[in-house]
């Protein structure tokens, strides 16, 4: 934080875009060219290029696109997921930053079927919601924002049959908070998934939960709130 309690990621969106690309990638939540990472910018957004490979980003290399996903520089060439990215934005105002990833236990989770939907642990009910799998799309075509579409509303985390996770967050740093999130809680899925049922939490416990994340200035998955209805 700086002096006027900024993030430095909110202070320089292109840096921050390739900041969070090293870290994921040091992470081994995609590998080579896989994954992209946006940020909202104006009427429009800002995303990784096409076919780079991530431990290699630098700020100059983000591409500026239209709110239609074109590039405002016809030579640049953004990732070939933006109709994706330009679908999260249309839907979500208030989401400002988008992170495709391929986190090894979320891609277990979602070829093994291991439901992300109940609530099992509180990190879940808290940072993310309940986390819907996405049918299966041709991937960096317009078929996979199609697929997406009808799960954006209510929703902050996604799997994507076969094609990683799609997390979204009110800025870059609450997006990547999510992401680490949501592969820790895969990752406890995926052990315990061999031990047969796993029991949810109770709604009296997420009631309770919910009440102390609204305290604290969580913003609560709508999806959610609607399940403790």
């Known amino acids: ?20 690309c090293h870290r994921l990638y040091g992470q081994r939540y995609l590998v080579a060219t896989s994954g992209n990472v946006s940020v909202r910018d104006g009427d429009g957004f800002l995303v990784t290029p096409g076919s780079t490979r991530k431990d290699s980003i630098t ?26 990215h330009r679908e999260v934005y249309r839907v979500r105002p208030e989401v400002n930053a988008a992170i495709h990833a391929h ?3 979320c891609l277990a989770c979602s070829l093994g079927d ?21 049918p299966y799309a041709t991937p960096g075509t317009d078929e996979m924002a199609q697929v997406l579409d009808p799960f954006l509303p209510g929703h902050n985390a996604f799997l ?19 992401l680490e999130h949501l592969e820790h809680i895969a990752n406890i899925a995926y052990l315990v ?26 913003q609560i998955s709508q999806t959610l709130l609607d399940l403790l209805e």
């Open 114 to 134: 291991i439901s992300l939907t109940e609530m099992l642990l509180p990190e879940l009910a808290i940072y993310i919601g309940p986390v819907p799998s996405v």
């Open 1 to 20: 934080m700086d002096s006027c309690g900024a993030h430095p990621w909110e202070r320089d969106k292109k840096r921050a875009i390739a900041d969070v």
């Open 59 to 84: 700020p100059d290399s983000i591409v500026a696109c239209r709110a239609d996903g074109a590039p405002i520089d016809p030579d640049t060439h953004p990732s070939s997921e933006v109709a994706m």
């Open 193 to 218: 998934s061999s031990l047969g049922t796993i029991e949810p939490l109770t709604k009296t416990e997420l009631r309770k939960l919910t009440s102390q994340a609204r305290k604290l200035g969580q």
């Open 160 to 178: 994507l049959k076969r094609h990683g996770v799609l997390v979204l967050g009110r800025d870059l740093l609450d997006a990547y908070n999510r």
């Open 103 to 105: 986190p090894h236990y």
